[in-house]
C-alpha cells in the first residue's frame, strides 16, 4: 500500500460516485450545461459530499480545474475572518483561463458562526459573476434562510449497506485482498452508510492481517470508539467521579476530542453499550446528554459541562439496577 | 532620554559576557575551526534560559571573526520558502564586506546566521522548515547558530537538527557575577550603591541578566546618594494579591451567600480563573456524590453565563455567573469537607506538561485532513485512530505518507507512540529520505495522488 484509500479510490468523476443516483442525475445535467447556481449538500458524514464537488469541478473545467477549485474547511477556520479574508480574495478575483466562473467549496459550512454565515451571503451576491459558491453540511437547516434560499439543496443520504459493500469489493480486488463475506457486512454494519469510515475500517485491517475475517474487522471497528468512552461511563454509573474525570481529561487533552464529538460517542454507548443500568435511566441520560449539548452550543465550555454531566450521573439522581 | 543599558552594555566580546566559561571557550574553538574551510558541524545550537547572553554571544562572535550577521527572528516567517532563500542568499554562496570588496565565503568573509527561537519553529507556518534547515545545515559554506530557550522542545521537533549541530549549554550565571556586573556598570554610570544592594538586585533577577540590568537603570533616577538594600524593597516588587488558594479555601468553607460573595471580593482575579481554581478544587472541596452534582450543577451555569458573556460581548453577565459559582456552591454544601488541601488545578498541569504533544497532534490531524479533504477535528475524532493503525503496521505506507505529508519526527512518533528519538522514527525518516532521491531521479515514487491542497 502506498496511499490511503480514501483519497486512492476516492471516485474521479460523477458516474463513479456511489449511491445518491438522484442527486448525481442532475449534477451530471450541470456539467453538460456549463452553467451552475450555487450548490448547497446536505447530508451526514460520508455519504460523498465531497467526492461530488471535487468530480463536478473536474468535469466543468477538466485538466486545470485546480485552478478555479477551491476548497475551504469551516470547521477548521469558523471565524468571520476567513469569509472576509481567503473566501473573498477568492471569489473576487477572474476565474482561470476560458471558463465563466471558479468554484468555492465550504466543506462543514454549518460550523460557520451566524455573522460569519451573513458575511458569506453577501460575498456570494456580489460576486456572483465570477464564482460559484457550494456549501456543504450537515443539516441545511444549520445554514441561515438567506442563504439557503441563494442555493440549489442536495440531500446526500446515508449509503445503504449493499452500496457499502460493493464499493469494498472493487478496492478488495484492486489490492488483491482475501476478505470473508461476514466481514464486509460487519465493516457496513458499523459504518452506518459512512463510506469513509468503511474505507478505514477496511484498510486497517488489510493492514493488521492477510487474510481478513470476522475477527479482524471487530478490532479496527472498535478502533473509532476510544475506550475511555466506555470506562468513563461505567466509572460515572459506579458513583466514582474522580474516576470518570480523569478518563475525561484523557478524552479531551490525549486525544483531543472536542465536547460535541464526546458527546456523540456517549450517545451511542448510552444506547448500546454494556452499562449496569435500566433502560429508563439510559434515556434519563440522553435527555441529559441534549440539554449539554446544547449548552456547549451555547457557549458553555467542554470540560465543566462535561464534569457537571459526569457529577450528575455519579450522584445517586440515576439509580444503579444493583 | 537614556539609552537602554542592556543594549548600552551589551557585551561586544566574548570575554565580556558574564558567567558559561567553557561553553564561551567551545563557541570560540568551532569559531576558529572556520577558517581553514567549513567544519563538519556547520551549525551550533546555544540553548538556556532567557537572558542568560545566547544572543549576545552569537554576536561577540561574529564581531570578534569579522562576520557579517543574518539574522531570522520568530516575527519572519521561517517556512522552508524563506529558510532556502536565506540559505541561498548567504549561506552557500559568498558574500560582499561592509565596503563592498567582494569576498569569497572560503577566505573568511563569512556570514554568520542567526536563528533565534529556535524552538519555535515550524508550526503550521513553518511547514517543512526543520527539513530545510537539516539541508542548509548540511550544505553551507557559513556558519549557522541557532538559539533556544527550550531545548527538549527542540529536539522533539527535529532531532536531525539537534544531531548535526553542536549544542552548547547556557546556564544561569551566579549571583555573585550578576552584582559584579551590576556594580561595574554602575560604575561606569557614577551611581553609588552598597554591595548588598547589588547582591539583592541579583538575587532577585533569578539569573537573567537582562532583568536585572533594567531593574538597575530603573533605580538611576532616584537622585539618591548611596542606594541600599532597603530601597528595594520600597519599590516592591510584585503586585500583591490574595492567592487563589486562599480564595478557594475561603469559599469552600463559606456558610452562606455573604461569606461567599466576601471570598469572591477579595480576589483579585477574573472570573474565568475563578471558575479554573474552583473546578480544580471540587473534590476536595464538596463532599459526597449529592453535594457535588449539586455544586457541579452551579459552575455548569456560571460557565453558560461566562460563555454567553464572551461570545456575545454581554459583560454584565458576568455578576450572575459570579453569583452561581461563589453563592451557587455554598448553598449547595450540605456536608463539610474536613482538613481539605486546595491546590494548583490538575487541569492546568495536564494542559502545561502536555503542550508539546498537543501542538504535535493538532499539526498531524490539520495535514492529515487537508489530505483526505476534511476537518481536523474529523480526524482527532475518528479518522485518527484508523490512520495510526495502518501506518503502524504497514511499513510501506508509512514512508510514502510521511514523504507525501511531510511529516516531522515528532509527528511520526506521535503516530507510531515512539520517542521522536527512537529508531523506528529515525527508520521512517531514512525511508523518506530514500524516497524523495527516488523522486528527484524521476521514477515519480512520490506521486500520490489528491485533490487540491494535498501536496
Not at chain 1, 107 to 136: G, H, I, K, W
Not at chain 2, 76 to 81: E, K, V
Not at chain 2, 408 to 413: K, P, R
Request: net charge neutral; charged share 25%; with cysteine.
Amino acid at each position: 500500500m502506498n496511499d490511503i484509500w480514501v483519497e486512492k479510490y476516492r471516485p474521479k468523476n460523477l458516474d463513479e460516485v456511489v449511491g445518491q443516483a438522484e442527486a448525481v442525475k442532475r449534477l451530471k445535467a450541470y456539467a453538460q450545461g456549463g452553467s451552475l447556481p450555487h450548490l448547497m449538500f446536505a447530508g451526514p458524514a460520508g455519504t460523498g459530499k465531497t467526492t461530488c464537488a471535487i468530480a463536478l469541478a473536474r468535469q466543468l473545467f477538466g485538466e486545470n480545474w485546480r485552478n478555479n477549485f477551491h476548497e475551504l474547511n469551516a470547521s477548521d477556520e469558523r471565524g468571520i475572518d476567513i469569509v472576509r479574508g481567503k473566501i473573498k480574495d477568492f471569489a473576487r478575483t477572474a476565474p482561470f483561463g476560458k471558463v465563466p466562473f471558479k468554484v468555492i467549496f465550504l466543506d462543514e459550512a454549518d460550523a460557520l458562526t451566524s455573522d460569519a454565515q451573513a458575511a458569506l451571503r453577501r460575498t456570494m451576491e456580489r460576486y456572483t459573476a465570477t464564482c460559484r459558491f457550494v456549501l456543504s453540511c450537515n443539516y441545511s437547516s444549520k445554514i441561515i434562510e438567506p442563504i439557503q434560499s441563494r442555493c440549489a439543496v442536495f440531500r446526500f443520504r446515508p449509503l445503504e449497506d449493499a452500496e457499502v459493500i460493493s464499493y469494498l469489493k472493487k478496492i478488495a480486488e484492486a489490492e488483491k485482498l482475501k476478505v470473508s463475506e461476514s466481514a464486509y457486512d460487519i465493516i457496513a454494519y458499523h459504518a452506518m452508510g459512512d463510506l469513509r469510515r468503511a474505507t478505514n475500517s477496511l484498510q486497517a485491517a488489510a493492514a493488521m492481517a492477510k487474510s481478513i475475517d470476522d475477527d479482524v474487522v471487530h478490532k479496527t471497528s472498535a478502533l473509532a470508539r476510544p475506550e475511555e468512552i466506555a470506562a468513563m461511563v461505567k466509572e460515572a454509573v459506579a458513583g466514582n467521579f474522580s474516576g470518570a474525570r480523569g478518563k475525561l481529561d484523557k478524552l479531551l487533552i490525549d486525544l483531543g476530542l472536542s465536547g460535541e464529538d464526546i458527546l456523540k460517542q456517549l450517545h451511542r454507548e448510552v444506547l448500546e453499550g454494556d452499562i449496569n443500568i435500566s433502560e429508563e435511566d439510559r434515556i434519563r441520560i440522553i435527555e441529559r446528554l441534549g440539554e449539554v449539548e446544547y449548552r456547549l452550543i451555547q457557549g458553555g465550555s467542554d470540560r465543566i459541562q462535561l464534569e457537571s454531566l459526569l457529577a450528575w450521573i455519579a450522584s445517586a439522581r440515576v439509580k444503579r439496577t444493583a | 532620554m537614556d539609552a537602554d543599558w542592556t543594549e548600552k552594555y551589551r557585551p561586544r566580546a566574548l570575554k565580556d559576557i558574564v558567567g558559561n566559561a567553557s561553553a564561551l571557550e567551545r563557541l570560540r574553538r568551532w569559531g576558529e575551526s572556520w577558517s581553514n574551510g567549513a567544519p563538519e558541524k556547520r551549525g551550533v545550537i546555544l540553548a538556556g534560559p532567557p537572558g542568560v547572553g545566547k544572543t549576545s554571544a552569537a554576536h561577540a562572535l561574529a564581531f570578534e571573526f569579522g562576520w557579517e550577521v543574518i539574522e531570522l527572528n520568530a516575527s519572519d516567517q521561517r517556512n522552508a520558502g524563506a529558510i532556502k532563500s536565506i540559505a541561498h542568499r548567504g549561506a552557500i554562496f559568498e558574500g560582499f564586506s561592509h565596503t563592498g570588496e567582494f569576498r569569497r565565503a572560503r577566505d573568511g568573509g563569512r556570514k554568520l546566521i542567526i536563528l533565534d527561537e529556535a524552538d519555535n519553529i515550524f508550526g503550521r507556518e513553518d511547514a517543512g522548515g526543520a527539513r530545510a534547515i537539516v539541508q542548509m545545515l548540511r550544505e553551507t559554506m557559513q556558519p549557522v547558530i541557532l538559539i533556544a530557550n527550550d531545548y527538549q522542545k527542540l529536539k522533539q521537533k527535529s532531532g536531525e537538527i539537534v544531531s548535526s549541530c553542536i549544542t552548547l549549554y547556557f546556564d544561569l550565571p551566579s549571583e555573585f557575577q550578576v552584582s559584579r556586573l551590576l556594580s561595574d556598570i554602575a560604575g561606569k554610570e557614577g551611581m553609588k550603591a552598597t554591595e548588598g544592594f547589588f547582591g539583592m538586585l541579583a538575587s532577585q533577577c533569578g539569573g537573567d541578566v537582562r532583568s536585572a540590568v533594567n531593574d538597575l537603570q530603573s533605580f538611576s533616577k532616584g537622585g539618591k546618594n548611596v542606594l541600599e538594600e532597603k530601597d528595594i524593597a520600597s519599590i516592591g516588587y510584585r503586585d500583591v494579591q490574595i492567592e487563589p488558594e486562599i480564595f478557594v479555601r475561603n469559599l469552600f468553607a463559606a456558610r452562606n451567600m455573604g461569606e461567599a460573595r466576601r471570598a469572591y471580593r477579595e480576589f483579585d482575579g477574573t472570573p474565568d480563573e475563578a471558575m479554573l481554581w474552583l473546578d480544580g478544587n471540587m473534590t476536595a472541596g464538596m463532599s459526597g456524590a449529592e453535594d457535588l452534582s449539586k455544586g457541579y450543577a452551579m459552575l455548569s451555569s456560571a460557565d453558560l453565563f461566562l460563555g454567553r458573556a464572551n461570545r456575545a460581548k454581554i459583560y454584565s453577565l458576568w455578576p450572575y455567573a459570579i453569583d452561581m459559582m461563589t453563592c451557587g456552591i455554598a448553598v449547595s454544601r450540605k456536608s463539610r469537607a474536613v482538613g481539605a488541601e486546595f491546590k494548583l488545578p490538575f487541569w492546568l498541569i495536564m494542559m502545561s506538561r502536555s503542550k508539546a504533544s498537543r501542538g504535535v497532534r493538532n499539526g498531524l490531524c490539520m495535514k492529515l485532513a487537508r489530505y483526505t479533504h476534511t476537518s481536523s477535528s474529523a480526524i482527532a475524532s475518528q479518522d485518527l485512530a484508523y490512520y495510526s493503525r495502518m501506518l503502524e503496521d504497514d511499513q510501506e505506507l508509512r514512508g510514502h505518507m510521511a514523504a507525501a505529508l511531510y511529516l516531522t519526527e515528532a509527528e511520526v512518533g506521535y503516530l507510531l507512540r515512539e520517542r521522536t528519538d527512537s529508531e523506528r522514527v529515525a527508520q521512517v525518516m531514512a525511508e523518506v529520505r530514500a524516497l524523495e532521491e527516488k523522486g528527484r531521479k524521476g521514477t515519480g515514487a512520490l506521486q500520490v495522488q489528491g485533490g487540491p491542497g494535498a501536496g
